[in-house]
């Protein structure tokens, strides 16, 4: 004799089944039958309603693209938590980085304006150099700008003046590769003006 729940279960492995074969109705029956549950999810770990409601719209979206991909060993509303929790992280992650993106733009933007309201150069070097992290960029400067040695550099920064070294070089290294990536792009869009 098969239960309430084992019927339920039944049913959703069959409109999982007609799903995989494209059968739109069962989608919606799916859809419906595990909306509420995820929205109540997605809003635990948002504490935003709509931004539960735009996630649990893309989880959907997504489990529609990836349902062939759903083998039936986990619950499909575990399945749909999957998806939504790595949506959620992924935009997460994209926000984060969009946020850094814009301050560490600011922060160059200002750095130029700042350095060019005092008559002094902003050039490509100093671009390269706001690309670095911090710990690798603030050597470089003190060292090539400043001309502190290793050792007044390690005391600064407290860490070893072998330390300051490698990371000034790797430092280097890396300015220069991007130096040179933003001159084959000069010389690449003055050849594709030139051509015109």
Same mark, same amino acid.
């Given at each position: 004799?098969?239960?309430?729940?084992?019927?339920?279960?039944?049913?959703?492995?069959?409109?999982?089944?007609?799903?995989?074969?494209? %059968? $739109?109705?069962?989608?919606? @029956?799916?859809?419906?039958?595990?909306?509420?549950? *995820?929205?109540?999810? *997605?809003?635990?770990? =948002? @504490?935003?309603? %709509? #931004?539960?409601?735009?996630?649990? $719209?893309? =989880? @959907?979206?997504?489990?529609?693209?990836?349902?062939?991909?759903?083998?039936?060993?986990?619950?499909?509303?575990?399945? *749909?938590?999957?998806? #939504? =929790?790595?949506?959620?992280? %992924? $935009?997460?992650?994209?926000?984060?980085?969009?946020?850094?993106?814009?301050?560490?733009?600011?922060?160059?933007?200002?750095?130029?304006?700042?350095?060019?309201?005092?008559?002094?150069?902003?050039? %490509?070097?100093?671009?390269?150099?706001?690309?670095?992290?911090?710990?690798?960029?603030?050597?470089?400067?003190?060292?090539?700008?400043?001309?502190?040695?290793?050792?007044?550099?390690?005391?600064?920064?407290? +860490?070893?003046?072998?330390?300051?070294?490698?990371?000034?070089?790797?430092?280097? @290294?890396?300015?220069?590769?991007?130096?040179?990536?933003?001159?084959?792009?000069? +010389?690449?869009?003055?050849?594709?003006?030139?051509?015109?």
């Amino acid at each position: 004799m098969i239960g309430k729940r084992g019927k339920k279960l039944m049913e959703e492995k069959d409109l999982i089944i007609s799903a995989k074969r494209g %059968d $739109q109705l069962a989608f919606a @029956m799916l859809f419906k039958n595990n909306y509420p549950f *995820l929205v109540k999810y *997605l809003i635990k770990i =948002t @504490m935003n309603p %709509d #931004a539960a409601e735009e996630l649990a $719209q893309e =989880t @959907m979206a997504k489990c529609v693209e990836k349902i062939g991909l759903f083998n039936g060993k986990a619950k499909f509303s575990s399945w *749909l938590i999957s998806i #939504a =929790t790595n949506l959620y992280i %992924d $935009q997460k992650r994209k926000s984060k980085r969009e946020r850094n993106w814009k301050a560490e733009e600011e922060v160059s933007r200002r750095m130029k304006w700042h350095l060019e309201s005092r008559n002094e150069e902003w050039n %490509d070097a100093l671009s390269a150099l706001g690309k670095l992290k911090d710990e690798i960029r603030i050597p470089i400067v003190l060292k090539h700008y400043y001309g502190y040695s290793y050792e007044e550099i390690g005391e600064m920064m407290k +860490i070893s003046s072998g330390t300051v070294k490698s990371r000034v070089h790797n430092g280097i @290294m890396s300015v220069r590769e991007e130096l040179k990536l933003h001159d084959e792009q000069e +010389i690449t869009a003055a050849r594709s003006r030139s051509s015109r």
